[in-house]
């Protein structure tokens, strides 16, 4: 469970348009307010069939209570009320709290089952007499169980994610245990519980599972694919085969039945020790696999990264040239290939040593890394030289880069970088400079490498005339530049024409 999850971070909505890239996730969020609807029209039938014509739905005098009936109402338009996450009305507050204490009332005949509920009975019958139906059924213990956890589901939203996520697990719980006892027709609390009741339950329990749909292990379960797929159906086999075999022991007559709580209990608690099995077994194979993609992750940038400056060694530098030069070759983005060399690096590292040679490329592949913008890639090309392959709009922009990043190099101070050769560097009047040779991608072009060649001879060209500036081939910026201004003119016209026509 996440952080954000826990604490209720506003930023994490059930807005149902936010992306849930492989997940059934919207699609339950969406559900939610359905499922609401669809435990309102179950109880209006099962009132219409029981209230009106007296039909029984349970075993003995089991009946849907008009308080039963009447609470499932409220709580099914409470989730209706939250759909995409939106919090309940004041109204609703009200009500579900009026709700919650008439069903702790009821479950005090949990503890003393020969108590009656004086609130929630006398509800029963003035609305029974005012209609001048026959008093049939009572609001049960267990029956209160399932609607006050939802309730509280309901009023601790994602302020209390942890109650409302307790509450939920509680009321699915217990609505299973609720179908354990009517399937095998054992009490668990003294009374049993009407089946269109039981029936009215389960969709609004899974309205209070969409509560927690960003869950990570109800993500795990709505994930699309074979992985959740496979774990959908093992959590409903887990769920049904118990009791499934149960029951047919039950009606093939060898006089292998419940007839006991604690049997009725050991069928449920085989199928939710097999549910969390598999739930325990599926985070682990997650966690397995997540490790293995991070591992895999890092072996893939380790290999196109040069391990001494960070930047891109050659073999990646290339496979980004390549993407580049698509793109250029598809859209026309203007790509600027830079090429840099440290001036006199040779001497640094004769005079002092590979040790401080090794510490002014780490240096300058930190200042070029720090210095460059999203989108931008700098590589290794080998030896002292480094390739940066720039996105720009213009001529300008490169040239202010370049120059830039020349001037943060020429700041580099070999004493800093190794304290015992200040003397040593100081007496050679050794310093790091850096030359560049810009070109970019061009139309008559056959590949990247064209572009490469020319930023290469433009260093030398910059080398020749004294290291330590910045040499440009200014024709590709040029052409693409008159390209863009050429379109805007045309737009314009157009746009022109266009008004004069509508004139």
Not at 271 to 300: C, F, K, P, T
């Amino acid at each position: 469970m996440t952080d954000s999850y826990l604490s209720g971070d506003p930023s994490e909505t059930d807005d149902p348009n936010q992306t849930y890239l492989g997940s059934y996730t919207r699609v339950a969020i969406l559900a939610r307010p359905w499922l609401g609807l669809l435990a309102i029209f179950l109880v209006v039938i099962t009132a219409m069939l029981g209230f009106l014509w007296s039909i029984s739905f349970g075993p003995g005098d089991a009946a849907t209570s008009p308080m039963t009936f009447a609470s499932i109402l409220l709580v099914g338009f409470g989730y209706v009320q939250r759909r995409f996450g939106k919090p309940l009305p004041t109204f609703w507050k009200g009500a579900a709290l009026m709700l919650c204490l008439l069903l702790l009332e009821s479950l005090l005949t949990f503890f003393d089952p020969d108590r009656i509920p004086l609130i929630a009975e006398y509800i029963n019958r003035q609305v029974v007499l005012a209609l001048g139906l026959e008093v049939r059924g009572h609001l049960g213990p267990d029956t209160g169980l399932i609607l006050l956890a939802l309730t509280v589901t309901l009023l601790a939203g994602k302020k209390h994610c942890k109650i409302s996520l307790y509450a939920t697990v509680f009321s699915v719980f217990v609505t299973f245990e609720s179908l354990v006892q009517l399937l095998n027709g054992i009490s668990f609390f003294g009374g049993h519980m009407a089946w269109t009741t039981v029936i009215c339950m389960v969709p609004l329990s899974l309205a209070a599972l969409t509560l927690h749909a960003r869950h990570p292990i109800l993500r795990r379960v709505l994930l699309k694919g074979a992985a959740g797929r496979r774990l959908r159906i093992q959590i409903l086999a887990a769920l049904s085969i118990p009791s499934l075999t149960s029951i047919l022991l039950r009606l093939s007559g060898d006089g292998v039945v419940l007839d006991s709580q604690l049997d009725a209990i050991i069928v449920s608690a085989i199928s939710w020790v097999i549910v969390l099995y598999l739930l325990g077994n599926d985070r682990a194979h997650a966690d397995l696999w997540q490790r293995e993609r991070n591992m895999i992750s890092r072996l893939s940038a380790q290999s196109v990264t040069d391990k001494l400056t960070g930047a891109l060694n050659r073999r990646g530098l290339e496979d980004r040239l390549a993407e580049s030069w698509s793109g250029y070759r598809r859209n026309g983005q203007l790509y600027a290939v830079a090429m840099l060399d440290l001036d006199h690096f040779k001497r640094i590292n004769d005079t002092c040593g590979h040790l401080l040679g090794d510490r002014v490329l780490t240096r300058t592949g930190e200042i070029l890394r720090d210095s460059l913008r999203l989108g931008d890639r700098i590589g290794r090309w080998g030896g002292e030289e480094f390739v940066l392959l720039l996105h720009v709009e213009n001529l300008t922009e490169v040239n202010v880069l370049a120059e830039r990043l020349r001037m943060a190099i020429a700041q580099i101070k070999l004493y800093d970088l190794l304290p015992d050769i200040a003397d040593l560097a100081e007496t050679a009047d050794l310093k790091v400079t850096a030359s560049f040779g810009i070109s970019a991608f061009a139309q008559g072009d056959r590949g990247y490498s064209d572009a490469i060649d020319r930023a290469d001879a433009l260093l030398y060209r910059a080398k020749n005339a004294g290291r330590n500036r910045v040499e440009i081939d200014r024709d590709p910026f040029v052409a693409v530049e008159a390209c863009n201004s050429a379109a805007t003119v045309t737009a314009t016209s157009g746009h022109r024409i266009a008004l004069v026509a509508n004139k």
